[in-house]
Protein backbone atom coordinates (compact mmCIF):
# COMPACT_ATOMS: atom_id res chain seq x y z
CA UNK A 1 0.00 0.00 0.00
CA UNK A 2 3.01 2.32 0.43
CA UNK A 3 2.73 3.06 -3.64
CA UNK A 4 -0.64 4.93 -3.30
CA UNK A 5 -0.40 8.86 -3.07
CA UNK A 6 -3.31 9.57 -0.93
CA UNK A 7 -2.36 13.02 -0.80
CA UNK A 8 -5.58 14.52 -1.29
CA UNK A 9 -7.60 11.61 -0.09
CA UNK A 10 -10.34 12.39 2.89
CA UNK A 11 -8.80 12.18 6.47
CA UNK A 12 -10.84 10.69 9.12
CA UNK A 13 -11.00 12.21 12.55
CA UNK A 14 -8.63 10.37 14.29
CA UNK A 15 -7.31 13.13 17.42
CA UNK A 16 -5.60 15.53 14.39
CA UNK A 17 -3.25 17.57 15.97
CA UNK A 18 -4.34 20.64 17.81
CA UNK A 19 -3.12 23.67 15.82
CA UNK A 20 -3.60 25.88 18.83
CA UNK A 21 -0.62 24.43 20.99
CA UNK A 22 0.98 27.52 22.10
CA UNK A 23 4.82 27.79 21.52
CA UNK A 24 7.90 26.94 23.91
CA UNK A 25 8.43 30.62 24.43
CA UNK A 26 4.59 31.71 25.10
CA UNK A 27 4.82 28.79 27.59
CA UNK A 28 7.92 29.60 29.49
CA UNK A 29 6.34 33.55 29.56
CA UNK A 30 2.94 31.63 31.43
CA UNK A 31 5.21 30.07 34.03
CA UNK A 32 7.49 32.88 34.55
CA UNK A 33 4.25 35.01 35.59
CA UNK A 34 2.72 32.55 37.70
CA UNK A 35 0.11 31.56 35.53
CA UNK A 36 1.16 27.93 34.42
CA UNK A 37 3.18 24.95 36.56
CA UNK A 38 5.76 22.78 35.54
CA UNK A 39 3.04 19.93 37.34
CA UNK A 40 0.19 21.09 35.18
CA UNK A 41 2.24 21.21 32.49
CA UNK A 42 4.26 17.93 32.55
CA UNK A 43 1.17 16.33 33.73
CA UNK A 44 -0.99 17.31 30.03
CA UNK A 45 2.20 16.13 27.95
CA UNK A 46 1.96 12.41 29.72
CA UNK A 47 -1.56 12.45 29.45
CA UNK A 48 -1.21 13.39 25.74
CA UNK A 49 1.18 10.67 25.39
CA UNK A 50 -1.27 8.01 27.07
CA UNK A 51 -3.58 8.95 25.56
CA UNK A 52 -2.24 8.71 22.03
CA UNK A 53 0.16 5.76 22.15
CA UNK A 54 -0.77 3.86 19.67
CA UNK A 55 1.45 6.20 17.15
CA UNK A 56 4.48 4.77 18.82
CA UNK A 57 5.58 8.51 19.33
CA UNK A 58 7.29 6.89 23.14
CA UNK A 59 9.46 4.16 23.72
CA UNK A 60 9.74 4.90 27.41
CA UNK A 61 7.58 7.62 28.97
CA UNK A 62 9.00 8.20 32.45
CA UNK A 63 5.82 9.38 34.31
CA UNK A 64 6.48 8.91 37.78
CA UNK A 65 10.13 10.22 37.29
CA UNK A 66 9.08 13.42 35.15
CA UNK A 67 6.47 14.90 37.63
CA UNK A 68 8.75 14.45 40.68
CA UNK A 69 11.31 16.72 38.62
CA UNK A 70 8.23 19.01 38.01
CA UNK A 71 7.05 19.12 41.62
CA UNK A 72 10.83 20.27 42.57
CA UNK A 73 10.83 22.94 39.74
CA UNK A 74 7.76 24.76 41.01
CA UNK A 75 9.51 25.02 44.23
CA UNK A 76 12.85 25.94 42.93
CA UNK A 77 14.16 28.81 41.73
CA UNK A 78 14.49 29.06 38.10
CA UNK A 79 17.14 27.28 37.47
CA UNK A 80 17.83 28.75 33.02
CA UNK A 81 15.85 29.29 30.10
CA UNK A 82 14.17 26.17 29.88
CA UNK A 83 13.01 25.59 33.69
CA UNK A 84 10.67 23.58 34.20
CA UNK A 85 9.81 22.48 30.98
CA UNK A 86 9.59 18.84 29.93
CA UNK A 87 11.13 17.50 26.67
CA UNK A 88 11.53 14.77 24.60
CA UNK A 89 14.69 12.78 23.77
CA UNK A 90 14.74 10.40 20.61
CA UNK A 91 16.27 7.42 22.14
CA UNK A 92 19.39 6.83 20.35
CA UNK A 93 20.85 9.76 22.70
CA UNK A 94 22.21 9.04 26.15
CA UNK A 95 19.75 10.16 29.60
CA UNK A 96 21.17 8.79 32.38
CA UNK A 97 18.49 6.05 34.03
CA UNK A 98 16.43 5.17 31.21
CA UNK A 99 16.76 2.73 28.28
CA UNK A 100 18.92 3.80 25.32
CA UNK A 101 17.26 0.34 23.35
CA UNK A 102 18.01 2.52 19.45
CA UNK A 103 14.92 0.79 18.60
CA UNK A 104 17.01 -2.38 18.18
CA UNK A 105 16.83 -5.71 20.35
CA UNK A 106 20.49 -5.98 21.47
CA UNK A 107 20.08 -2.85 23.35
CA UNK A 108 16.85 -3.30 25.11
CA UNK A 109 18.61 -3.33 28.52
CA UNK A 110 20.98 -0.97 28.04
CA UNK A 111 20.45 1.82 30.61
CA UNK A 112 23.62 4.63 30.40
CA UNK A 113 24.81 5.96 33.44
CA UNK A 114 25.53 9.65 32.30
CA UNK A 115 23.74 12.01 30.30
CA UNK A 116 24.90 12.91 26.81
CA UNK A 117 26.48 16.12 26.50
CA UNK A 118 23.39 17.77 24.80
CA UNK A 119 21.62 16.41 27.41
CA UNK A 120 23.04 17.90 30.34
CA UNK A 121 22.81 21.45 28.78
CA UNK A 122 19.24 20.60 28.71
CA UNK A 123 19.08 19.75 32.18
CA UNK A 124 21.47 22.24 33.47
CA UNK A 125 18.87 24.98 31.63
CA UNK A 126 15.81 23.51 33.52
CA UNK A 127 14.59 21.22 31.16
CA UNK A 128 13.11 18.25 32.35
CA UNK A 129 13.22 14.60 30.74
CA UNK A 130 10.03 12.74 29.95
CA UNK A 131 10.81 10.25 27.94
CA UNK A 132 12.74 8.36 25.20
CA UNK A 133 11.04 8.46 21.54
CA UNK A 134 10.80 5.82 18.85
CA UNK A 135 12.79 5.64 16.06
CA UNK A 136 13.58 3.92 12.71
CA UNK A 137 15.79 1.01 14.40
CA UNK A 138 19.36 2.01 14.93
CA UNK A 139 18.85 4.66 12.96
CA UNK A 140 19.07 3.03 9.24
CA UNK A 141 15.90 4.41 7.75
CA UNK A 142 13.53 7.75 6.66
CA UNK A 143 10.07 6.51 7.50
CA UNK A 144 10.23 5.35 11.47
CA UNK A 145 8.23 2.10 10.36
CA UNK A 146 10.89 -0.41 11.13
CA UNK A 147 11.87 -0.89 15.18
CA UNK A 148 11.91 -3.51 17.18
CA UNK A 149 9.37 -1.79 19.66
CA UNK A 150 6.73 -1.11 16.34
CA UNK A 151 6.30 1.45 14.37
CA UNK A 152 5.74 5.53 14.83
CA UNK A 153 2.57 6.77 12.98
CA UNK A 154 2.17 9.83 11.64
CA UNK A 155 0.46 12.87 14.19
CA UNK A 156 -1.93 13.49 11.37
CA UNK A 157 -3.03 10.10 10.23
CA UNK A 158 -2.16 6.93 11.79
CA UNK A 159 -2.33 4.84 8.59
CA UNK A 160 0.85 6.86 7.38
CA UNK A 161 4.51 6.89 8.84
CA UNK A 162 6.04 9.20 10.59
CA UNK A 163 8.82 9.68 8.53
CA UNK A 164 12.41 9.25 10.17
CA UNK A 165 14.49 8.25 11.54
CA UNK A 166 13.42 10.51 14.46
CA UNK A 167 10.02 10.13 14.14
CA UNK A 168 8.94 9.61 17.82
CA UNK A 169 10.58 13.44 18.64
CA UNK A 170 8.43 14.86 15.81
CA UNK A 171 5.41 13.30 16.99
CA UNK A 172 5.28 14.02 20.33
CA UNK A 173 5.74 17.70 19.33
CA UNK A 174 3.25 17.30 16.68
CA UNK A 175 1.04 15.85 19.91
CA UNK A 176 1.28 18.53 22.09
CA UNK A 177 5.21 18.20 23.42
CA UNK A 178 6.82 21.71 23.35
CA UNK A 179 9.80 20.62 22.17
CA UNK A 180 12.87 17.74 21.69
CA UNK A 181 15.42 16.18 20.35
CA UNK A 182 16.59 14.08 17.67
CA UNK A 183 19.67 13.06 15.13
CA UNK A 184 20.24 13.58 11.90
CA UNK A 185 22.75 11.87 9.46
CA UNK A 186 21.14 12.89 6.04
CA UNK A 187 17.78 13.87 7.08
CA UNK A 188 16.25 12.21 10.06
CA UNK A 189 15.24 15.67 12.04
CA UNK A 190 13.87 17.79 9.05
CA UNK A 191 12.27 14.42 7.47
CA UNK A 192 10.12 13.80 10.07
CA UNK A 193 9.59 17.76 11.46
CA UNK A 194 8.45 17.76 7.81
CA UNK A 195 6.02 15.42 7.74
CA UNK A 196 4.30 15.95 11.42
CA UNK A 197 4.04 19.47 10.60
CA UNK A 198 6.39 21.07 13.15
CA UNK A 199 10.09 22.52 12.94
CA UNK A 200 13.57 21.07 12.50
CA UNK A 201 17.39 21.71 12.65
CA UNK A 202 19.80 19.93 11.87
CA UNK A 203 23.20 22.28 13.09
CA UNK A 204 26.19 22.64 11.49
CA UNK A 205 28.35 19.45 12.42
CA UNK A 206 30.73 20.60 16.35
CA UNK A 207 28.32 23.47 17.12
CA UNK A 208 26.44 21.32 19.29
CA UNK A 209 28.83 18.99 22.11
CA UNK A 210 29.02 14.84 20.34
CA UNK A 211 28.88 12.29 22.24
CA UNK A 212 26.62 9.95 24.22
CA UNK A 213 24.60 8.61 21.41
CA UNK A 214 24.05 5.77 19.19
CA UNK A 215 25.85 6.45 16.09
CA UNK A 216 25.45 5.96 12.60
CA UNK A 217 28.52 8.55 11.02
CA UNK A 218 30.44 10.66 13.00
CA UNK A 219 31.01 12.97 10.20
CA UNK A 220 27.64 12.99 9.25
CA UNK A 221 25.61 12.34 12.79
CA UNK A 222 24.58 15.55 14.33
CA UNK A 223 21.86 16.18 17.58
CA UNK A 224 19.40 18.42 16.28
CA UNK A 225 16.52 19.81 18.33
CA UNK A 226 12.71 19.93 17.22
CA UNK A 227 9.75 22.65 18.42
CA UNK A 228 6.59 24.45 17.09
CA UNK A 229 7.98 27.61 16.20
CA UNK A 230 11.69 28.40 14.50
CA UNK A 231 12.08 31.01 17.63
CA UNK A 232 11.46 27.76 19.84
CA UNK A 233 14.65 26.28 17.49
CA UNK A 234 16.47 29.40 18.10
CA UNK A 235 16.05 29.18 21.89
CA UNK A 236 16.83 25.63 21.97
CA UNK A 237 19.93 26.35 19.65
CA UNK A 238 21.12 28.64 22.08
CA UNK A 239 21.10 26.25 25.02
CA UNK A 240 22.64 23.68 23.12
CA UNK A 241 25.53 25.83 21.58
CA UNK A 242 26.13 27.78 24.41
CA UNK A 243 25.57 31.21 22.22
CA UNK A 244 23.62 34.12 23.23
CA UNK A 245 20.07 34.07 22.32
CA UNK A 246 19.66 37.17 21.10
CA UNK A 247 17.77 37.00 17.49
CA UNK A 248 17.01 39.68 15.14
CA UNK A 249 14.86 38.32 11.92
CA UNK A 250 16.04 40.47 8.96
CA UNK A 251 13.16 42.50 6.94
CA UNK A 252 11.42 40.83 4.12
CA UNK A 253 13.16 42.50 1.46
CA UNK A 254 16.74 41.92 2.95
CA UNK A 255 16.45 38.55 2.18
CA UNK A 256 17.39 36.50 -1.26
CA UNK A 257 16.40 32.75 -1.55
CA UNK A 258 17.67 30.41 -4.15
CA UNK A 259 15.18 27.64 -5.42
CA UNK A 260 17.95 24.97 -6.87
CA UNK A 261 15.97 23.81 -9.79
CA UNK A 262 16.42 20.10 -10.94
CA UNK A 263 16.94 17.78 -8.61
CA UNK A 264 15.78 19.25 -5.29
CA UNK A 265 12.21 20.52 -7.06
CA UNK A 266 11.32 18.50 -10.06
CA UNK A 267 9.25 15.13 -9.84
CA UNK A 268 7.32 16.37 -6.94
CA UNK A 269 4.00 14.83 -5.26
CA UNK A 270 0.98 17.00 -6.12
CA UNK A 271 0.30 17.91 -2.53
CA UNK A 272 4.00 18.74 -2.17
CA UNK A 273 4.29 20.93 -5.82
CA UNK A 274 1.12 22.71 -4.62
CA UNK A 275 2.45 23.90 -1.48
CA UNK A 276 5.58 24.69 -2.35
CA UNK A 277 4.44 27.09 -5.16
CA UNK A 278 2.22 28.47 -2.83
CA UNK A 279 5.11 29.08 -0.32
CA UNK A 280 7.38 30.71 -2.71
CA UNK A 281 4.14 32.94 -3.87
CA UNK A 282 3.94 33.87 -0.70
CA UNK A 283 7.54 35.17 0.31
CA UNK A 284 7.47 37.06 -3.31
CA UNK A 285 4.46 38.26 -2.09
CA UNK A 286 5.76 39.55 1.56
CA UNK A 287 9.21 41.00 -0.70
CA UNK A 288 11.20 38.25 -0.26
CA UNK A 289 13.99 37.90 -3.51
CA UNK A 290 13.26 34.39 -5.04
CA UNK A 291 15.33 33.21 -7.93
CA UNK A 292 15.92 29.75 -9.72
CA UNK A 293 19.66 28.75 -9.13
CA UNK A 294 20.93 26.09 -11.47
CA UNK A 295 22.83 23.33 -9.01
CA UNK A 296 25.60 20.53 -10.42
CA UNK A 297 23.92 17.16 -10.95
CA UNK A 298 23.46 15.53 -7.91
CA UNK A 299 21.08 12.77 -8.56
CA UNK A 300 23.81 10.57 -7.65
CA UNK A 301 25.35 12.41 -4.82
CA UNK A 302 24.02 9.90 -1.73
CA UNK A 303 25.18 6.99 -3.62
CA UNK A 304 28.58 8.02 -4.58
CA UNK A 305 29.28 10.43 -1.61
CA UNK A 306 26.78 9.82 0.84
CA UNK A 307 26.38 5.98 1.17
CA UNK A 308 30.15 5.14 1.45
CA UNK A 309 30.97 7.60 3.86
CA UNK A 310 28.08 6.42 5.84
CA UNK A 311 28.16 2.65 5.83
CA UNK A 312 32.28 2.49 6.64
CA UNK A 313 31.73 4.71 9.42
CA UNK A 314 28.85 2.87 10.60
CA UNK A 315 31.14 -0.27 11.14
CA UNK A 316 33.92 1.70 12.88
CA UNK A 317 31.51 3.63 15.20
CA UNK A 318 29.38 1.27 16.25
CA UNK A 319 32.28 -1.15 17.07
CA UNK A 320 33.96 1.20 19.21
CA UNK A 321 30.49 2.61 20.46
CA UNK A 322 29.72 -1.39 21.57
CA UNK A 323 32.69 -1.54 22.62
CA UNK A 324 32.86 1.73 25.27
CA UNK A 325 29.20 1.08 26.09
CA UNK A 326 28.29 -2.32 26.46
CA UNK A 327 31.23 -4.30 25.61
CA UNK A 328 29.62 -7.95 26.44
CA UNK A 329 27.72 -6.73 22.72
CA UNK A 330 29.66 -7.31 19.54
CA UNK A 331 29.18 -5.92 16.07
CA UNK A 332 27.86 -9.61 15.36
CA UNK A 333 25.52 -10.14 17.80
CA UNK A 334 24.21 -6.45 17.95
CA UNK A 335 23.53 -7.24 14.08
CA UNK A 336 21.91 -10.70 14.50
CA UNK A 337 19.20 -9.67 16.23
CA UNK A 338 17.56 -6.74 14.49
CA UNK A 339 14.56 -7.15 14.21
CA UNK A 340 13.62 -4.57 10.86
CA UNK A 341 14.57 -6.45 7.51
CA UNK A 342 15.53 -3.77 5.80
CA UNK A 343 17.53 -2.83 8.37
CA UNK A 344 18.95 -6.12 8.93
CA UNK A 345 19.90 -6.46 5.32
CA UNK A 346 21.49 -3.22 5.35
CA UNK A 347 23.77 -4.43 7.96
CA UNK A 348 24.50 -7.91 6.35
CA UNK A 349 24.81 -6.72 3.11
CA UNK A 350 27.33 -3.84 3.87
CA UNK A 351 28.62 -3.75 7.55
CA UNK A 352 29.20 -6.75 9.02
CA UNK A 353 32.59 -8.96 9.04
CA UNK A 354 32.53 -11.05 5.32
CA UNK A 355 29.78 -8.22 4.14
CA UNK A 356 30.11 -8.27 0.54
CA UNK A 357 28.97 -4.46 -0.37
CA UNK A 358 31.45 -3.64 2.82
CA UNK A 359 32.90 -0.19 1.42
CA UNK A 360 36.72 -0.39 0.81
CA UNK A 361 38.82 2.17 2.43
CA UNK A 362 39.80 3.21 -0.36
CA UNK A 363 36.38 4.74 -1.52
CA UNK A 364 35.72 5.82 1.48
CA UNK A 365 38.73 8.08 1.72
CA UNK A 366 37.92 9.36 -1.76
CA UNK A 367 34.26 10.49 -0.84
CA UNK A 368 34.79 11.73 2.82
CA UNK A 369 37.93 13.47 0.89
CA UNK A 370 38.00 14.55 -2.26
CA UNK A 371 34.53 14.16 -3.18
CA UNK A 372 33.05 15.64 0.09
CA UNK A 373 35.46 19.06 -0.75
CA UNK A 374 34.11 19.27 -4.50
CA UNK A 375 30.17 18.85 -3.07
CA UNK A 376 31.18 21.78 -0.56
CA UNK A 377 32.93 24.05 -3.14
CA UNK A 378 29.62 23.41 -5.78
CA UNK A 379 27.28 24.68 -2.94
CA UNK A 380 29.81 27.40 -2.29
CA UNK A 381 29.85 28.61 -5.96
CA UNK A 382 25.82 28.74 -6.09
CA UNK A 383 25.75 31.11 -3.12
CA UNK A 384 28.43 33.18 -4.21
CA UNK A 385 27.38 33.19 -8.23
CA UNK A 386 23.58 34.16 -7.57
CA UNK A 387 24.26 36.31 -4.14
CA UNK A 388 22.15 34.20 -2.40
CA UNK A 389 21.77 33.97 1.32
CA UNK A 390 19.70 30.50 1.81
CA UNK A 391 18.79 28.08 -0.90
CA UNK A 392 15.04 27.04 -0.45
CA UNK A 393 13.19 23.70 -1.30
CA UNK A 394 10.68 21.20 -0.51
CA UNK A 395 12.11 19.49 2.75
CA UNK A 396 10.58 15.80 1.12
CA UNK A 397 9.39 15.12 -2.34
CA UNK A 398 6.13 14.20 -0.52
CA UNK A 399 4.19 13.86 1.76
CA UNK A 400 3.76 10.75 4.32
CA UNK A 401 3.00 7.21 2.29
CA UNK A 402 0.89 4.15 4.19
CA UNK A 403 2.89 2.07 6.28
CA UNK A 404 3.49 -1.69 5.13
CA UNK A 405 6.53 -2.85 3.81
CA UNK A 406 9.28 -0.28 4.52
CA UNK A 407 10.93 -1.36 1.41
CA UNK A 408 8.40 -1.34 -1.10
CA UNK A 409 8.49 1.68 -3.62
CA UNK A 410 6.15 5.24 -3.28
CA UNK A 411 4.26 6.97 -5.79
CA UNK A 412 5.65 10.67 -6.84
CA UNK A 413 4.14 12.40 -9.82
CA UNK A 414 2.96 9.29 -10.93
CA UNK A 415 6.54 7.03 -10.63
CA UNK A 416 7.35 4.21 -7.99
CA UNK A 417 10.29 4.44 -6.46
CA UNK A 418 13.07 3.42 -3.61
CA UNK A 419 11.23 4.87 -0.43
CA UNK A 420 14.35 5.11 1.31
CA UNK A 421 16.36 7.42 -1.56
CA UNK A 422 13.10 9.32 -2.20
CA UNK A 423 12.89 10.69 1.54
CA UNK A 424 16.53 11.56 1.65
CA UNK A 425 16.89 12.85 -1.76
CA UNK A 426 16.66 16.95 -0.93
CA UNK A 427 18.12 16.63 2.64
CA UNK A 428 20.78 14.42 2.06
CA UNK A 429 23.16 16.75 -0.34
CA UNK A 430 23.34 19.56 2.46
CA UNK A 431 23.75 16.93 4.85
CA UNK A 432 27.29 15.43 3.27
CA UNK A 433 28.12 18.70 3.07
CA UNK A 434 27.61 19.53 6.49
CA UNK A 435 25.54 22.28 5.88
CA UNK A 436 22.88 23.58 8.33
CA UNK A 437 19.71 22.59 7.52
CA UNK A 438 15.98 24.25 8.28
CA UNK A 439 12.64 22.96 7.50
CA UNK A 440 9.50 24.88 8.58
CA UNK A 441 5.69 24.17 8.23
CA UNK A 442 3.99 24.86 4.84
CA UNK A 443 0.32 25.85 4.73
CA UNK A 444 -1.29 22.76 3.42
CA UNK A 445 -4.37 22.26 1.03
CA UNK A 446 -7.72 21.14 2.89
CA UNK A 447 -7.00 17.31 4.04
CA UNK A 448 -3.71 17.15 2.95
CA UNK A 449 -1.10 15.42 4.92
CA UNK A 450 1.90 17.71 5.94
CA UNK A 451 5.04 18.86 3.75
CA UNK A 452 7.79 21.29 5.16
CA UNK A 453 9.57 23.97 3.22
CA UNK A 454 13.75 23.86 3.69
CA UNK A 455 16.19 26.59 3.87
CA UNK A 456 19.62 25.41 3.81
CA UNK A 457 22.58 27.63 4.58
CA UNK A 458 26.09 28.29 4.24
CA UNK A 459 28.64 26.36 6.65
CA UNK A 460 28.10 27.75 10.31
CA UNK A 461 25.06 30.17 9.42
CA UNK A 462 23.32 28.72 12.04
CA UNK A 463 22.26 31.26 13.48
CA UNK A 464 21.52 33.58 10.22
CA UNK A 465 19.58 30.30 8.91
CA UNK A 466 17.45 30.86 12.16
CA UNK A 467 17.04 34.33 11.84
CA UNK A 468 15.46 33.77 8.26
CA UNK A 469 13.46 31.02 9.20
CA UNK A 470 11.58 33.35 11.89
CA UNK A 471 11.16 35.88 8.88
CA UNK A 472 9.88 32.71 6.69
CA UNK A 473 7.66 31.06 8.88
CA UNK A 474 6.10 34.48 10.00
CA UNK A 475 5.24 35.37 6.28
CA UNK A 476 3.96 31.27 5.19
CA UNK A 477 1.66 31.89 8.47
CA UNK A 478 -0.04 35.57 6.99
Known amino acids: MNSVDRSFAARPDRGTPSMDTPSLK ?19 LVLAAEGRAELGAFITLDREGAMRAARAADSAPD ?10 VKDNIHVAGMPNTAGTPALADFVPAADAPVVRRLRAAGAIIVGKTGMHELSFGATSSSSAFGPVRNAYDPDCFAGGSSGGTAVAIACGALAGLGTDTGGSVRIPAALNGVCGLRPSPGRYPAGGATPVSATRDVVGPMAHTVGDLALLDSVLSGESEGLQAPPPHALRLGVPVGHFTELLGPETAQAFQGALAKLRKGGVAVVDVPMPDLQRAETELGFPITLYEARRDLIAYLAKYTPSISLAALAGKIASPDVRRVFFDAIVDGAHQAVPEERYRAASNEGRASLRAAYRSAFDTHRIDFL ?15 EAPVAVAGELLPAFETFIRNTGPG ?10 PIPRAAGALPVGLALDGRDNSDRRLLAAGIQVQHLLAS
Do not use: K, N, Y
Open 79 to 88: RGPLHGVPVV
Open 431 to 440: SIAGLPGLTV
Open 26 to 44: TTLALMRQGRLTSQALTQD
Open 392 to 406: VFPTAPRCAAELGDP
